[in-house]
């Protein structure tokens, strides 16, 4: 309840000042760091089973050509945000269905080549290698049919194609080699302008009359389960850059597959305007922590919860008095208290009481002790009751001396 001290106190301390100004750095540091890589590291890539994107290394992915591309001096980018589905060169998109709305991004591009790379394989999870998938089987031809649906009408078909070379038509994939993947997924359509088939009929890429839309009908020419081979990575890169036009980018999209940019808060909160902020907000808890740790004169004692004295204990009941709003209650009991301590000292005869006891206080002389006593006892107020509570010890103290 206080600070009083018996005896002489003996200084104790759990850590010394070097330990704890040494862990509070440490927690500053690494909070900082938190900070610091929350707000500027790269997201993660979601290596999911099955995801048809350019940061997949599952089969059905496209993380290979991806690097390949790099590799060979390619720079291509990774499409988060829909500001950026218009820039110039090839979009290729890879999305995990033939049923997901096109009409934003086709909107985005009406000159801009575009390729979109159509399903095919249905995948679960390798339970004896995990991230890895394993091939259940085709994808309902529905699916990629729906591609680019209802303007593009397109009918799927599949078989088993024995890895026969595919055929090119015209001079956009001139001078490259095809093989086609095991089992083979092509396309016809009446919109669908062959630039690459198997020589019966079906087509593997196309463009989309009146466009510059692309659509390839088996993507294991592109994903990571098409080029094991070194003569089908060289295609599939030969591919892409005659799609790609000269001087011009190549992008993956990765909207469609839900890895769309999010605005991060803690990287704005280090960039203008806000940075302005920060390191206020910053100044502020630096001078808080001196503060902290600089006292300015002595430590000042607590006072007593309960102090010690006579005062002290008026004080205390006056307190409670006015806690329990009383006051108005008083008046009458002080004023019969000085009627008793008035007739005792003035040697009123014992069988006065009430009206004669006053009559005869009143003839003492001087002033009258009843009327005082009665305007006391009306007293409605704190202000009026100290008042004529004064005024009347003050008779008692004329009249006693």
Known sequence: ?????????????VFRPAVVVLLLMIGLIGFAATLGLGAYLPETPRFGVGDRHALSNAATGFSGIVRLARATGGAPMMIRDKRFWGNPGLLVVTPDSGLEDF??????????????????????PDRDHPGWVRQAGFIHRGDPERT?????????????????????????????????????????GPLLEPLLSDGKGGIVL?????????????????????????????AALGLLAALTPEDRGLGFDLVMNGFGAKPNVLRLAFEPPFLAVTAAVLA????????????????????????????????NAA??????????????????????????????????????????LDAQ?????????????????????SIRARALHNWFEEKIG
């Open 206 to 234: 196309a463009r989309v009359k009146g466009t510059e839309q692309y659509l390839l009908a088996d993507p294991d020419l592109l994903d990571n389960r098409g080029l094991r081979r070194l003569e089908d990575a060289k």
């Open 365 to 385: 002389g001087g002033a009258k002790f009843s009327p005082l006593a009665a305007a006391l006892s009306e007293a409605n107020d704190r202000d009026t009751l």
């Open 284 to 315: 502020a808890l630096l001078l808080a922590g001196w503060q902290a740790f600089a006292r300015f004169g002595p430590a000042v004692p607590r006072a007593r919860a309960i102090a010690f004295g006579k005062a002290a204990l008026v004080d």
């Open 319 to 360: 307190a409670l008095v006015r806690r329990a709003r009383a006051e108005r209650r008083l008046g009458a009991r002080y004023a019969t208290l000085l009627r008793e301590l008035a007739a005792r000292r003035l040697a009123a005869p014992a069988r006065l009481r009430g009206a004669a006891l006053d009559a005869y």
């Open 148 to 188: 680019l649906a209802p303007a593009v009408k397109i009918r799927v078909g599949r078989y088993r194609s024995g890895g026969a070379p595919l055929v090119a038509h015209g001079a956009l994939l001139e001078g490259l080699k095809f093989t086609a993947p095991r089992p083979l997924q092509v396309m016809a």
């Open 103 to 124: 009409s934003e991004i086709l909107g985005e591009r009406p000159r801009q080549p575009t390729l979109f790379v159509m399903t095919k394989w249905q995948v679960g």
């Open 1 to 13: 309840m206080s600070d009083v001290a018996v005896g002489r106190a003996r200084e104790t301390q």
